[in-house]
């Protein structure tokens, strides 16, 4: 056998431009992330690393203000998180309802219906969020196993209130799955008080990390609901009775943990943990509102009514005439700052700017602003 030698590519060392990234996620990792990144890895079953892992657990914890005993991080993206949610504790025929406020919502219902769920699905167009009697009705009709809402549509820029959504779900006797991918970190959550059951997130945006390892809790009330299936969960890498025992006091092999996402996230949990959770969530709210009033005075219009916008993630209408996906290319090309486009219902509409985790500062937002001037004017 011969080696190929046509397929031997003699590359220079990577070297990637500097990027601001203003967009729907990833953001920029805090400089303590990345170097705590590029500790040498230890093996995933050394006690040091176990320490780590512990801490992990307790640091996820505050950030999401839960007891929760299962609270881990799953190795991959926000998307795994997701699904693992979904995998462990929906059986076939379950009834699981989805409140859809945007592209997330959709990836949910997909999801469900892969594991065999009988899928119930309430809509509202991009931007808005249900009210309270509008979850009450729909779970009277529709009986749940479980409720799944996003509470930060990235897709849409709205912020689902969830006060009261738990207690209700407790009443119909139903589990309340959340996805926090966009507010963890950044707008505040109370998993405990809200009686969430099972909630996600990921590392890439409020908590200015890599993307590669997702937060993921469980209540004992829905973890009953995994003891109890009738079936195994059906996804081996997701399977979190499996996965309890590597992250429980077992320490009993599964996967290879991302040893080097892990030393990151810790760094990254340990940060939101100094600066304090609330004032976090009040640097969020300060900066997105310097940068709302600073996207009005440009004459831009905001497409989420101010009671429900994120903090962290911004949708403005893109104005009559202009090319939205060419404005943002020239904000990446020339100024080296990245926005988002927008997806599905709100393609070609809007622009979705964030400002999450270590972005979230008043000097990013003057940045952007003093770039979109400028892109804006050539443009008109
Ligand atoms: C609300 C929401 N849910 C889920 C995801 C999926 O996360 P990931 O892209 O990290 O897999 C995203 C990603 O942006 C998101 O914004």
Known sequence: MSVRENQRLQLQPLSI???????????????????????????????????????IQSLLRYAWQTENPFTIAVSGTGTSAMEATIANVTEPGDVVLVGVIGY?????????????????????????????????????????????????ETSSGACQP???????????????????VTSLGGVPIFLDEWDVDLAYSCSQKGLS??????????????????????TKVT??????????????????????????????LREALRLLSQEGIENSWQRHRQNAEYLWQQLQDLGLTLHVEREYRLPTLTTVRIPEGIDGKAIARQLLLEHGIEIGSGLGELAGKVWRIGLMGFNSRKENVDKLVTALKQVLSKSI
């Open 104 to 152: 997330f919502g959709n990836r949910l219902v997909d999801m469900a219906e892969r594991y065999g769920a009988d899928v119930r699905i309430i809509t509202k167009p991009w931007g808005q969020v249900f009210s309270l009697e509008e979850l009450q009705t729909a779970l009277k009709t529709h009986r749940p196993a479980i409720l799944a809402l996003v509470h930060a």
């Open 235 to 264: 996804n081996f890498y997701l399977d979190m009775t499996l996965l309890s025992k590597y992250w429980g006091s077992d320490r009993v092999y599964h996967h290879t943990a991302p040893i080097n996402m892990y030393y990151a």
């Open 17 to 55: 431009p500097s990027r601001l990234l203003l967009g729907p996620g990833p953001s920029n990792a805090h400089p303590a992330v990345l170097q705590a990144m590029n500790t040498p890895p230890v093996g995933h079953l050394d006690p040091t690393f176990f320490t780590v892992m512990d801490e």
């Open 162 to 180: 969830l006060e009261g959504v738990g207690q209700l779900c407790r009443e119909f006797d139903c589990l309340l799955l959340i996805d926090t």
């Open 209 to 230: 990390c890599p993307p590669g390892a997702s937060p993921l809790t469980i209540s004992p009330r829905a973890w009953k609901k995994l003891q109890q299936r009738q």
